[in-house]
């Protein structure tokens, strides 16, 4: 009796180990398509994120149409006046309000450098992890002719930490980010 018993048991432990096992299986293949698709939206958002940054580096590069390349853009914007000195402009030699500034683009490179580029420069130089605000305001001083907004550059840092070139530290509610190094790997 106690030999049927333990065959019986025996032969429910394998049903149901082999049960367990094409079910990992199952299991285990439908994991492996949802990481496939993850990384194919992995390598879609980096794409868009790269464009994102191609596209922000050609918008900074172009001055506003009505501001001429030599003069600082002004923070806050008044009504034009220009358009009621008529079409020959204040001048009154002809040309129109914007040929000034349309000479100016014409004559302008463009800019060659992604802020991203600027950014990593910026961290190679500190040691330290460094907030999104004082990289900021690091960028302005050594490029004047830059003023991405700060929310400009979280999204580049953060695209960066996606490209596994920066590291994010999280240090109670502030966020600080360091260069990772060739040594330090992406992990």
């Known amino acids: 009796m106690?030999?049927?018993?333990?065959?019986?048991?025996?032969s429910r432990y394998v049903?149901?180990?082999a049960s367990d096992l094409e079910e990992n299986r199952r299991r285990q293949q439908e994991l492996a398509g949802k990481i496939k698709v993850l990384r194919q939206e992995e390598a879609l958002l980096l794409d868009i994120l790269s464009l994102a940054e191609r596209y922000e580096a050609s918008e900074d590069s172009s001055p506003l149409p009505e501001q001429p390349q030599a003069e600082p853009v002004p923070a806050r914007r008044g009504p034009r006046?220009?358009?009621a000195q008529g079409?020959?402009?204040p001048s009154g030699r002809g040309g129109g309000p914007g040929s000034k500034a349309k000479a100016a683009v014409k004559g302008k490179p463009k800019q060659a450098v992604l802020l991203g580029d600027i950014l990593l420069e910026l961290l190679a130089a500190h040691s330290e992890p460094r907030p999104a605000?004082?990289?900021?305001?690091?960028?302005l001083e050594r490029h004047p002719d830059r003023e991405p907004t700060p929310q400009v550059v979280r999204n580049t840092l953060e695209s960066l930490v996606a490209k596994a070139q920066v590291r994010r530290h999280?240090?109670?509610r502030s966020v600080m980010y360091t260069l990772l190094r060739a040594d330090q790997g992406g992990a």
């Open 2 to 10: 106690i030999s049927e018993s333990a065959a019986s048991l025996r």
């Open 15 to 17: 049903v149901q180990a």
């Open 81 to 83: 006046t220009d358009s």
């Open 87 to 89: 079409p020959a402009g």
């Open 133 to 139: 605000k004082e990289l900021r305001e690091e960028l």
């Open 170 to 172: 999280k240090q109670e």
